[in-house]
């Protein structure tokens, strides 16, 4: 009889513990009080597959050259595919953009190891447009820094090219251009003259005017074909320092 009855409970506890794998409900962390949520490292359950996708492809290899930001580097896979193998197909390199990422996505995927044992010669870094949202000026600018200060820790070796948060809206005046241009100006400063240089590269997508086209930007946010060209021009003489044969 007893141990009929443990048997019996032993079989509902493993019943529920199977329920509770299969459901596997997230429940995001909580940011501390007070903490600017730009800094503080998190997870989007929405795009975890996605992460361990590119950690699968990547771990253990090595890359000479990485992008790092949100959905507008992750769209050198999509648009600006042809223009990365003509630029940087022959360079060993690396896109870990991926699209909706914030400052505080890219922390956490660099605090659950997506960089750790490489050691590339040049990072692209371009981040924190999908904080303008949410956050203040100083709370994004704190978080591209919290974002540049990992990746120069985790790759030690590596230098960083820090680039502007490229123009978004239609119109220069509308209202997120001039907090993206005061973003701009304070991780302006992040540039060292040793292993961060920064580049603001946002001009050469604007009208004299100071109008995105849909020529260049058809959603007045993500490039087109014509728009990654034009940033790998815009990028090619900081390339070209680091890697010699570069094609141009």
Same mark, same amino acid.
């Given at each position: 009889?007893?141990?009929?009855?443990?048997?019996?409970?032993?079989?509902?506890?493993?019943?529920?513990?199977?329920?509770?794998?299969?459901?596997?409900v997230y429940t995001p962390p909580v940011i501390p009080e007070g903490i600017n +949520?730009?800094?503080? +490292?998190? #997870?989007?359950?929405?795009?975890?597959?996605?992460?361990? =996708? /590119?950690? /699968?492809?990547?771990?253990?290899?090595?890359?000479?050259?990485?992008?790092?930001?949100?959905?507008?580097t992750d769209g050198w896979q999509g648009k600006g595919k042809e223009v990365w193998?003509?630029?940087?197909?022959?360079? /060993?390199?690396?896109?870990?953009?991926?699209?909706?990422?914030?400052?505080?996505?890219?922390?956490?995927?660099?605090?659950?190891?997506?960089?750790?044992?490489? =050691? +590339?010669?040049?990072?692209?870094?371009?981040?924190?447009? /999908? =904080?303008?949202?949410?956050?203040?000026?100083?709370?994004?600018?704190?978080?591209?820094?919290?974002?540049?200060?990992?990746? &120069?820790?985790?790759? #030690?070796?590596?230098?960083?090219?820090? &680039?502007?948060?490229?123009?978004?809206?239609?119109?220069?005046?509308?209202?997120?251009?001039?907090?993206?241009?005061?973003? =701009?100006?304070?991780?302006?400063?992040?540039?060292?003259?040793?292993?961060?240089?920064?580049?603001?590269?946002?001009?050469?997508f604007l009208s004299p005017d100071g109008t995105l086209s849909r020529d260049i930007? #058809?959603?007045?946010?993500?490039?087109?074909?014509?728009?990654?060209?034009?940033?790998?021009?815009?990028?090619? +003489?900081?390339?070209?320092?680091?890697?010699?044969?570069?094609?141009?």
């Open positions: 009889m007893k141990s009929s009855f443990l048997v019996s409970m032993m079989a509902l506890l493993l019943g529920l513990a199977s329920v509770g794998a299969a459901e596997k +949520p730009a800094t503080y +490292p998190l #997870p989007r359950d929405d795009w975890y597959a996605r992460v361990q =996708n /590119n950690f /699968n492809k990547t771990q253990g290899k090595q890359f000479d050259l990485i992008f790092d930001g949100d959905s507008i193998a003509q630029r940087y197909g022959a360079l /060993n390199a690396a896109n870990f953009g991926i699209g909706g990422d914030r400052t505080e996505h890219v922390l956490w995927r660099l605090g659950k190891g997506q960089v750790d044992g490489m =050691n +590339p010669k040049l990072i692209v870094l371009m981040i924190g447009t /999908n =904080n303008s949202g949410r956050d203040t000026a100083d709370q994004i600018a704190e978080g591209v820094k919290a974002v540049v200060n990992e990746y &120069l820790k985790r790759c #030690p070796n590596s230098k960083l090219l820090l &680039l502007a948060v490229f123009p978004r809206s239609e119109k220069p005046t509308d209202a997120i251009r001039a907090k993206l241009a005061e973003v =701009n100006t304070k991780i302006s400063a992040l540039a060292d003259g040793k292993r961060v240089t920064y580049l603001d590269i946002g001009a050469k930007m #058809p959603d007045f946010l993500h490039p087109n074909e014509k728009g990654y060209q034009i940033w790998a021009d815009a990028i090619q +003489p900081v390339i070209d320092q680091h890697f010699a044969a570069a094609k141009k």
